[in-house]
C-alpha cells in the first residue's frame, strides 16, 4: 500500500486518501490533461533545443 505525506500535518496517508483523517487537510485534484500538456511542452522544448 502507497503511502503519501499530508502537507498539514505531516502524517503518512493512504495514497488514494482526498482528505486527511487526522488534519482535515483537503488535497488538490489535478485534471489529467493537465499532465499532458505539461509532457508536450517538455517535448517541443527539447525539440527546440535541439534544432536550434
Do not use: H, T
Amino acid at each position: 500500500m502507497n503511502k503519501k505525506e499530508c502537507p498539514g500535518c505531516a502524517m503518512n496517508i493512504d495514497v488514494e486518501e482526498r482528505i486527511c483523517p487526522i488534519c482535515s487537510y483537503e488535497f488538490p485534484r489535478q485534471a489529467p490533461w493537465l499532465q499532458w500538456v505539461a509532457v508536450l511542452l517538455v517535448v517541443v522544448m527539447f525539440l527546440i533545443l535541439v534544432f536550434i
